[in-house]
């Protein structure tokens, strides 16, 4: 017999036919890679998801019942899934450290009302509104601002609560620890808004937060499981420190399940520089929001779901809208050149257009030296990381579809057609079909240089292993134009 057969033995006797299918040749093309997404957030005493617990969110609804109405965590999961509703979302909410303390800021109201208005704070970048009367005293502005807050944060994902005696309107964080820190809060943050006549407002902003958790608990939990990406709310070197260490691993050739972690910041172009030199991997990006009003978890949300509603790992994620995230001030977004040190700075950017539209500039990690400290820039851009896994991925598939259970044998060895047999040239042909298919693909070029590079060799050492080389040239971004015009008169 020279066909090898998946089922059907060659001992049979009894008369019949006995027909079997092998799907080893059924699939064309290239594999589908999975897309999954775990966030990691702080969750509130009222919900129903135990501490450090790995579930399946299938909705904004499901996040606010498992983790907290007004939780982080759900807030997080509402920005991802309002920007990237399709992609399968997992989370792993974590309740406060003891320990900690929650952050908190002041609204202090003045004088009197000498005309009816209304008061507009923002928090968060949440637009709440207060109608205010002609004549209403300070002290009276303040209860008509807590109530207001206090409605609008049944009806939201805010993670804080107001109070206050009389005129000074105190936003607390739910939470305890250092993100609330980073609660903005301001005043008539577009253009036309105004106080009412004689209504002052000073204001002192969230500080104060200490402590956070540590993530080595959720790192256990999510254990082997695979995520593509994951958007996390702690953002402290001892925590990413413990996360990289735990990408690292999975992003090896022993485990290979490829994942890119995404952080948000705020700050001045000082502040988020000193930050992306701080770290150095090729699994993080760091998302800078600059001084926006929108919390930091939230740049990191809607950046992770850009990139994972991408359904082309090598395409630039440039110009797309940045939904939910608020921009600076106006004049206080990064110019050109502060962008662009932010980017040689491990710091992914966005741009403020006319329409006061937040849109992706560059989305990058925060991978910057080589082992030796030199600068390397051949893991900068996602992309690059996102269809290297998205390779290694497809052709690992491709190579386990065609030989499931092949025996292998030198080249030349003289067998019979229709083995189960493979042999190097076999797997030097295969891969560069699967080239091919990549290059048909848009991510990747070269395939010539690529036939002429690609080495396939059984091993010296073990009879049952091939070892083989192969360069793929990555397909590039188009990302920058140089041009000079020399006019003639």
Known sequence: MTISFLSIPATIRTPGQFIEFDNSRAVQ??????NVTLFIGPRLAAGSIPDATLVSVASTTKAEEYFGHSSILAGMIEAYKTANPYVECWAIGMTDNV????????????????????????????????????????????????????????????????????????????????????????????????LPAGITCAIVAMANGTLTINMATAIAVFGAQWFTSIVSAYSDDTNMDLLE????????????????????????????????????????????????????????????????????PARPRQTLLMTGCKPPAPGAEFTWLERNTLLSDGVSTYTVNQAGECRMERLITTYQLNGAGAADVSYMDITTLRTLAYMRYTWRAWVA???????????????????????????????????????????????????????????????????MRMSPDVINQFMVLADQIQFLL
């Open 245 to 312: 260490t735990e990408m690292d691993s999975r992003w090896g050739p022993m485990i290979m399940h490829d994942v890119q972690c995404f952080l948000g910041m705020l700050g001045s172009q000082a502040t988020l520089t000193a930050a992306g030199n701080g770290r150095n991997s090729k699994h993080t990006t760091l998302m800078g929001g600059g001084l926006s009003p929108t919390a930091p978890w939230i740049w990191a949300a809607v950046a992770a779901a850009l990139d994972t509603a991408e359904p082309d």
């Open 99 to 194: 320990g900690g303390v929650t952050a908190a800021g002041t609204f202090t109201w003045g004088g009197a009302a000498t005309a009816a208005g209304s008061v507009v704070v923002y928090i968060m970048g949440h637009r709440i509104e207060t109608a205010i009367p002609s004549g209403t005293a300070a002290a009276a502005v303040g209860p008509l601002v807590v109530a207001s807050v206090v409605a609008y944060c049944l009806a939201h994902n805010l993670p804080v609560v107001a109070t206050g005696p009389a005129a000074v309107t105190t936003i607390t964080c739910l939470h305890k620890g250092t993100y609330g820190n980073a609660i903005d809060l301001r005043i008539n943050y577009q253009v036309g808004e105004a």
């Open 401 to 467: 579809l065609r030989f499931p259970r092949h025996k292998l044998a030198d080249d030349g060895t003289l067998f019979g057609a229709g083995q189960a047999i493979v042999t190097p040239s076999i797997i030097k042909s295969e891969a560069l079909a699967w080239f091919k298919e990549m290059v048909d693909a848009g991510l990747a070029e070269g395939f010539d240089q690529f036939k002429t590079d690609i080495l396939v060799v059984r091993s010296s050492t073990d009879v049952n292993r091939v070892d």
């Open 29 to 34: 093309g290239l594999a589908q890679m999975p």
